[in-house]
């Protein structure tokens, strides 16, 4: 996958809060961005469409790490409430 800083090439939906983090999965068919509303949103990078939203509901104006694991499944790897 390349990227270009120079051209948008996808606009990722809105969120009531801030992206603070993101993880592409390792085939690079999904891209996961986790924001300080607490949703974590599932995007398909090739189709550039939306997929799926999870709501980390305790963590709800907080910060989220997110990652892919090898096998596809996301991880919530840490979190804290601003």
């Known amino acids: 996958m390349e990227f270009n800083n120079d051209k948008k090439i996808a606009k990722i939906g809105s969120y009531k809060g801030r992206i603070n983090d993101l993880t592409i999965s390792s085939d690079g068919r999904y891209l996961a961005t986790a924001s300080t509303d607490g949703t974590i949103k599932i995007?398909?990078?090739?189709?550039?469409?939306?997929?799926?939203t999870l709501i980390h509901k305790s963590m709800q104006y907080g910060y989220l790490k997110i990652k892919f694991s090898s096998n596809g499944d996301i991880w919530f790897l840490q979190g804290y409430r601003l």
């Open 43 to 52: 995007w398909n990078v090739n189709s550039k469409t939306f997929v799926k």
